[in-house]
C-alpha cells in the first residue's frame, strides 16, 4: 500500500465513531417524530424508510473499516498480486453506493433498480477473484497469509453492494409502495435493461 493509502486508511477507521453518532441521532429524531406525530400512509413509509436505510449505511460503513484493516495488513506484502477485478469490484460497489443514495435523494425507483441490476456484476467478479486466489495460495504457499486478507476485502466490498442493493429495495418501496425483497423475478424484464452508467461522479447531487 502506497504512502497515500496508508493515509486513506487511517481516514476511514477514524471516520467510524462518527458515522456510529449520526446513526444514533437519526434513530432518535425518526422515533420522536414516530412518537410526537404519529405518522401515517405516505409519512410513515418515508420514516420507515429512513430507519432502514441509516441501519445500512451503517453497516457500509462498518464494511469500509473491515477493507481498511485488511488493506493495513496487505502493507507487509508489497509483493502481492492484487487480482485484476478488484478494482473493478471497488468502482461497481463504490457506484452503487452513490446511485442508490441519489435514488433516494430524488425518489427515483428506475435509478434504484440499476442498482438491483448491478448486484449480480459485483457477484460474478467476487467469485471469480476468490477463485483467482485459491489458485495462487495452491500454487504458492508463501501467498496464503495475504491471500486471505484479498479474500476478505472482496467479501467485504461484495457486502458493500450487498447493502446497496437493500437500500435500492427499500427506495422503490418509498417511491412505488412495492416490496420487491425476494421477488426480483417478478421484475425481469425491467431488470433486463441496460445499465445507464453516469459519465462523471459529478451527476450525484445527494
Not at 485484476?84 to 441519489?102: C, P, R, S, W, Y
Not at 460474478?124 to 501467498?143: F, G, H, V, Y
Not at 429495495?169 to 425491467?190: C, M
Request: contains cysteine; glycine residues 4%.
Amino acid at each position: 500500500m502506497t504512502q497515500q493509502g496508508s493515509r486513506l486508511a487511517e481516514e476511514v477507521l477514524e471516520s467510524d465513531e462518527e458515522v456510529n453518532e449520526s446513526e444514533v441521532e437519526i434513530e432518535e429524531e425518526c422515533l420522536k417524530i414516530l412518537a410526537l406525530h404519529q405518522p401515517v400512509a405516505g409519512d410513515l413509509r418515508q420514516i420507515a424508510t429512513v430507519m432502514k436505510i441509516n441501519v445500512a449505511l451503517e453497516r457500509i460503513a462498518d464494511l469500509a473499516c473491515n477493507v481498511a484493516e485488511r488493506s493495513q495488513c496487505l502493507q507487509t506484502f508489497p509483493y502481492f498480486p492484487i487480482p485484476d477485478g478488484l478494482d473493478e469490484m471497488v468502482g461497481l460497489a463504490k457506484k452503487m453506493v452513490q446511485m442508490t443514495l441519489n435514488s433516494f435523494v430524488k425518489s427515483d425507483s428506475s435509478l434504484a433498480l440499476q442498482v438491483i441490476q448491478t448486484d449480480p456484476i459485483v457477484d460474478k467478479l467476487n467469485k471469480s477473484i476468490i477463485a483467482e486466489l485459491q489458485t495462487l495460495m495452491q500454487q504458492d504457499s508463501t501467498m496464503v497469509e495475504p491471500a486471505l486478507h484479498c479474500f476478505s476485502v472482496a467479501r467485504h466490498i461484495e457486502r458493500i453492494g450487498d447493502q446497496a442493493e437493500n437500500i435500492a429495495e427499500d427506495v422503490i418501496y418509498l417511491v412505488d409502495g412495492d416490496i420487491i425483497r425476494h421477488r426480483h423475478g417478478e421484475y425481469s424484464a425491467v431488470l433486463a435493461e441496460p445499465v445507464s452508467e453516469p459519465e462523471t461522479e459529478d451527476d450525484y447531487d445527494y
